[in-house]
């Protein structure tokens, strides 16, 4: 990583709170490998995330080394990026609360993902309702300029870019850059305290619904069977719950609002193959339900069967992935404490 520290930065996460599943390939990950040419990455598997809901402790051991496995099979290169565990690095949640201390309570109340997550539970722990203050820490920590992330992180990525304006302002000029001398004066020019993130999301593919109830993002978590497809299903599986797939009445194959199920299928035909809606809609013409199912459930196997085979192969080494993951936290620690130290200097905290 050391010749690129010039190229922009990227940073992205993903729980390990269940098994990675379409819409996580096709709204985020599959857009990682590609940016390492073009920027400097950072790529977290965020565990203290994932404990916002409950966690069997074994699952969430087995799964943080699952989603690593599926980093590298998407072409993640920890020669070329910086991979860890989140809970690794203990700046992450120190961050947190230093933002949280930041961040107004209206602004955590109009979270839409909390509020849906929050809506049907009898009793919400607090993590839940902190969670984007989190994801603000894991951003901002690390100065990063871009976040490739599906539809639904927009919100979270919006609150993380307030929190880093509203600091800057209230902190800058307490924090003087660099002397610099410019014509015969020396200045010292305030440095921000962090970079202001932008959101990275695919024009197609960023929002995945669920093959069962259309008007719901397909999620790693959905309790209904055959609404997600995974990563590691094979490929009679995915098969099986493409064929399966709610579609709408009627039979005319068309992208649009009122036939969601359709339009899933023809959102999902478009991530992978690269080609426009409305092409995908006119070779369906004269044609039924059954042929856009068969064939998109041939195209999510073709796109899906190299990353599991790739997947499957990686996990055998326990090793190895434990190693990657040490190497990762030990130079991701490093970089924390950079803007750790810049943070609590300017906070006023003694060194
Ligand atoms: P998570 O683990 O829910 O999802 C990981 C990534 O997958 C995207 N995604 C989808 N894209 C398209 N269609 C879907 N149905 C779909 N479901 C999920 C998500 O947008 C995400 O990009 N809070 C984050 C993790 C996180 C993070 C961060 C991301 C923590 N810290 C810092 C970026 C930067 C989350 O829960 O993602």
Same mark, same amino acid.
């Given at each position: 990583?050391?010749?690129?520290?010039?190229?922009?930065?990227?940073?992205?996460?993903?729980?390990?709170?269940?098994?990675?599943?379409?819409?996580?390939?096709?709204?985020?990950?599959?857009?990682?490998?590609?940016?390492?040419?073009?920027?400097?990455?950072?790529?977290?598997?965020?565990?203290?995330?994932?404990?916002?809901?409950?966690?069997?402790?074994?699952?969430?051991?087995?799964?943080?080394?699952?989603?690593?496995?599926?980093?590298? +099979?998407?072409?993640?290169?920890?020669?070329?990026?910086?991979?860890?565990?989140?809970?690794?690095?203990?700046?992450?949640?120190?961050?947190?609360?230093?933002?949280?201390?930041?961040?107004?309570?209206?602004?955590?109340?109009?979270?839409?993902?909390?509020?849906?997550?929050?809506?049907?539970?009898?009793?919400?722990? +607090?993590?839940?309702?902190?969670?984007?203050?989190?994801?603000?820490?894991?951003?901002?920590?690390?100065? +990063?300029?871009?976040?490739?992330?599906?539809?639904?992180?927009?919100?979270?990525?919006?609150?993380?870019? @307030?929190?880093?304006?509203?600091?800057?302002?209230?902190?800058?000029?307490?924090?003087?850059?660099?002397?610099?001398?410019?014509?015969?004066?020396?200045?010292?020019?305030?440095?921000?305290?962090?970079?202001?993130?932008?959101?990275?999301?695919?024009?197609?593919?960023?929002?995945?619904?669920?093959?069962?109830?259309?008007?719901?993002?397909?999620?790693?978590?959905?309790?209904?069977?055959?609404?997600?497809?995974?990563?590691? @299903?094979? @490929?009679?599986?995915?098969?099986?719950?493409?064929?399966?797939?709610?579609?709408?009445?009627?039979?005319?194959?068309?992208?649009?609002?009122?036939?969601?199920?359709?339009?899933?299928?023809?959102?999902?035909?478009?991530?992978?193959?690269?080609?426009?809606?409305?092409?995908?809609?006119?070779?369906?013409?004269?044609?039924?339900?059954?042929?856009?199912?068969?064939?998109?459930?041939?195209?999510?196997?073709?796109?899906?069967?190299?990353?599991?085979?790739?997947?499957?192969?990686?996990?055998? @080494?326990?090793?190895?992935?434990?190693?990657?993951?040490?190497?990762?936290?030990?130079?991701?620690?490093?970089?924390?404490?950079?803007?750790?130290?810049?943070?609590?200097?300017?906070?006023?905290?003694?060194?």
């Amino acid at each position: 990583m050391g010749a690129s520290a010039k190229k922009p930065i990227v940073l992205s996460g993903i729980q390990p709170s269940g098994n990675l599943m379409l819409g996580n390939y096709l709204g985020a990950l599959r857009s990682w490998a590609g940016l390492q040419q073009t920027h400097e990455c950072i790529y977290c598997i965020v565990d203290l995330h994932a404990i916002t809901v409950p966690q069997d402790p074994a699952e969430l051991r087995a799964r943080t080394r699952e989603t690593l496995a599926i980093y590298l +099979a998407s072409g993640i290169d920890p020669r070329k990026s910086l991979i860890f565990v989140q809970s690794q690095v203990p700046e992450h949640a120190e961050l947190a609360w230093i933002l949280g201390c930041h961040t107004w309570l209206g602004e955590l109340e109009r979270m839409t993902q909390f509020k849906d997550k929050s809506a049907k539970k009898k009793s919400v722990g +607090a993590g839940l309702f902190f969670y984007p203050v989190l994801m603000a820490a894991d951003i901002l920590l690390y100065q +990063a300029n871009l976040v490739p992330v599906g539809h639904d992180q927009k919100q979270h990525i919006e609150l993380a870019r @307030d929190i880093a304006i509203r600091m800057n302002g209230m902190y800058a000029e307490k924090f003087p850059g660099p002397s610099q001398v410019t014509q015969n004066k020396e200045v010292k020019e305030a440095l921000p305290l962090f970079v202001v993130p932008e959101p990275f999301i695919p024009a197609v593919g960023a929002r995945i619904m669920s093959l069962q109830e259309p008007t719901a993002k397909m999620s790693k978590s959905d309790p209904i069977p055959n609404a997600t497809v995974f990563l590691g @299903d094979s @490929d009679d599986e995915i098969s099986r719950k493409i064929k399966k797939a709610v579609t709408d009445s009627g039979t005319e194959i068309a992208y649009t609002g009122e036939k969601p199920g359709v339009k899933n299928l023809i959102s999902i035909q478009s991530a992978i193959t690269g080609k426009a809606p409305d092409e995908i809609v006119a070779s369906y013409a004269g044609k039924q339900y059954g042929h856009l199912k068969a064939e998109t459930a041939e195209i999510v196997v073709e796109c899906i069967r190299p990353l599991r085979e790739k997947f499957k192969g990686l996990l055998a @080494d326990r090793g190895e992935l434990d190693r990657i993951l040490k190497k990762g936290a030990d130079a991701a620690r490093v970089r924390a404490a950079k803007t750790m130290e810049h943070v609590k200097e300017a906070l006023g905290f003694l060194a």
